[in-house]
């Protein structure tokens, strides 16, 4: 399982480069602009300098709306500003054929600037509570719009968190339906500590958090610490051990 990290600015990604060793990818957001808001093109550009070469970049294009030209270049602006992970929040597309169309525009205006750029269709756990397509429906839109990968958040930063919205046994279904289709599946979503022996079990990819390595645990007023970043990943590994040495136990 891969550790994504969100800082929401350059100070705080020096926070995550003092912690590279225990991280997999930088994400950049904007939490003051939604649960997947869009930084600047710059504050991009700014990260990817400030964290090691070999740390991939994921940016955020938004909680966009149902408009592929515009989420096509907001995406292309993203990978242009040294983004590899490009993370797009399907918030406006109330059917599949919405967010297909959608994720087609931004994987072929991604792809044909970077072949390697790994592009990710993301959908929200609540999506009861904003209107857009449902979690199960992601691995599909990911597999049909060529996306590399299939995530889940939760749209609303209310305290509720990923499995308050979908349960556990929802959550290994949408992991399964990914990988099934050849994808990556990455669960946030106010995940915290607890979370992770469910996440090891179910086989998730790609876990993503922010507050949870917040001083506080307050993705907004708490700020990245190195230490909290550190302990999460240790809590990762511990689990990943113990899922492993299962098998031979039984």
């Known amino acids: 399982m891969l ?18 060793d225990h991280l997999d990818i930088v994400d950049v957001k904007k939490p003051d602009e939604g649960s997947l808001g869009a930084n600047f093109p710059w504050v991009i550009r700014e990260i ?8 991939p970049v994921s940016a955020t294009v938004g909680d966009v709306p149902y408009k592929p030209g515009t989420v096509a270049q907001a995406a292309l602006g993203a990978a242009v500003s040294g983004a590899t992970y490009i993370k797009v ?3 406006g597309c109330t059917t599949p054929d919405q967010a297909i169309e959608v994720m087609r525009g931004v994987v072929r205006a991604v792809k044909d600037f970077r072949p390697d750029a790994f592009v990710v269709a993301s959908g929200y ?33 209310d305290g509720t968190r990923l499995f308050d ?23 946030a979503g ?3 500590r607890q ?41 990762m590994d511990r689990h990943a051990r113990e899922h492993a040495a299962t098998p031979a136990a039984s």
């Open 195 to 235: 979370d992770l022996a469910l996440l090891t079990r179910i086989g998730t990819d790609i876990v993503g958090v922010r507050g949870a390595v917040c001083e506080g645990g307050d993705r907004n007023a708490g700020r990245i610490q190195p230490r909290l970043v550190a302990e999460f990943r240790a809590e």
């Open 125 to 157: 756990a609540d999506a009861h509570r904003i209107g857009c397509v449902s979690p199960l429906a992601l691995p599909d839109i990911a597999r049909r719009s060529g996306s590399d990968a299939a995530m889940l958040d939760t749209a609303i930063k």
């Open 3 to 20: 550790l994504l990290i969100s800082p929401d600015g350059v100070e705080e990604a020096l926070a995550c480069a003092k912690a590279a």
């Open 190 to 192: 106010s995940v915290k």
């Open 89 to 91: 929040g399907l918030y």
């Open 48 to 55: 990817r300098g400030a964290v090691p070469s070999d740390k």
């Open 165 to 187: 919205h979908v349960p556990p046994e929802v959550c290994g279904e949408f992991v399964r339906l990914a990988h099934d289709a050849g994808l990556l599946a990455a669960l």
